[in-house]
């Protein structure tokens, strides 16, 4: 077979293929029937490079620096209180050390409990700020997606190949940062239960 011959035969199955793939309507709803627009945005790289995402990471870091230091104090205060008690061993009674080492170990255990809900709760309130970031960020989309008469949005994640005029990320990040610059991370510690 010669070049030519074999780049009509690739052009006809091409076409047939795209044929086999249009959608069928019936007869009467032609009028309805609209061909996809289709467009890409990379939520993920917006999510993460956006003014408002990096506000909150920031915020949810300061938190958690501060919550840190104040365990690392509690814990270091229980350190000294296990050797405060090991030095008192040798003048307590046996039942008076069990007793004051079970109690001791309550509190470790509360200040552990603690710490893992201290942890949740700002996890949970950061996932909230991202949540708000999220809202508007899928706003400004369909916005733009209107705007541009595209009825089809997909993530970039999930395509492999897409033309850079598909691509409507940097606008959407654009205007992301233009009607949510920040968003706060609120945290409110409650009790450990």
């Known amino acids: 077979m010669t070049k030519p011959r074999l780049t009509a035969i690739a052009a006809s199955l091409l076409l047939a293929g795209l044929m086999a793939l249009a959608p069928l309507a019936p007869a009467g709803a032609q009028a309805d029937w609209m061909p996809p627009r289709i467009a890409v945005v990379d939520m993920q790289g917006i999510l993460r490079e956006a003014a408002a995402a990096q506000a909150a990471r920031a915020q949810m870091d300061k938190i958690a620096g501060e919550i840190q230091v104040d365990l690392n104090g509690r814990e270091e205060q229980l350190r000294q209180e296990?050797?405060?008690?090991?030095?008192?061993?040798?003048?307590?009674?046996?039942?008076?050390?069990?007793?004051?080492?079970?109690?001791?170990?309550?509190?470790?255990?509360?200040?552990?409990?603690?710490?893992?809900?201290?942890?949740?709760?700002?996890?949970?309130?950061?996932?909230?700020?991202?949540?708000?970031?999220?809202?508007?960020?899928?706003?400004?989309?369909?916005?733009?997606?209107?705007?541009?008469?595209v009825n089809l949005v997909l993530p970039r994640s999930q395509i492999v190949i897409a033309a850079n005029e598909l691509d409507l990320t940097t606008e959407a990040m654009a205007r992301l940062n233009a009607r949510l610059p920040t968003v706060t991370v609120d945290f409110k510690a409650e009790p450990a239960q």
């Open 82 to 149: 296990e050797q405060a008690l090991q030095q008192q061993r040798a003048i307590l009674s046996t039942e008076a050390f069990a007793e004051r080492r079970q109690a001791w170990q309550q509190k470790a255990a509360g200040l552990q409990r603690e710490a893992r809900t201290i942890r949740g709760q700002l996890d949970e309130s950061f996932k909230g700020a991202m949540r708000q970031v999220q809202t508007v960020l899928i706003e400004e989309i369909s916005t733009l997606s209107r705007e541009r008469g």
